[in-house]
Nanobody, 121 residues
Framework: QVQVVESGGGMVQAGGSLRLSCAAS????????MGWYRQAAGPQRELVAD???????VYGESVEGRFAISRDDAKNSTYLQMNSLKPEDTAVYYC???????????????WGQGTQVTVSS
């Protein structure tokens, strides 16, 4: 099995910064993309940022220019640096990893439990 664990959430004032960390562990041969989604009120999860195995990053429109995603393949980890935070960034942030568990097997997407980010005005 594969576990995905986030850390680094918390409460911050508007204009502040937070850095989220995420580590995948368990039965992992390789990791394709890793990313962050967030969910505020309601069932819909919104893409925040995603980074491919080649280091190509894509961002949600609402965070472009303020957030930066990175990854450390040696640690099976990804990080989200969040700057210039706004109250509308308040949400539960979920980490996801697309994992291949064998050289010839398919990739499966695994999710963490989420970490709360609250931005006060």
């Amino acid at each position: 099995q594969v576990q995905v664990v986030e850390s680094g959430g918390g409460m911050v004032q508007a204009g502040g910064s937070l850095r989220l960390s995420c580590a995948a562990s368990g039965s992992i041969f390789s990791i394709n993309s890793m990313g962050w989604y967030r969910q505020a009120a309601g069932p819909q999860r919104e893409l925040v940022a995603d980074i491919s195995s080649g280091g190509i990053a894509v961002y949600g429109e609402s965070v472009e220019g303020r957030f930066a995603i990175s990854r450390d393949d040696a640690k099976n980890s990804t990080y989200l640096q969040m700057n210039s935070l706004k109250p509308e960034d308040t949400a539960v942030y979920y980490c996801t990893a697309s994992v291949r568990r064998s050289p010839t097997g398919p990739s499966f997407r695994f999710w963490g439990q989420g970490t709360q980010v609250t931005v006060s005005s």
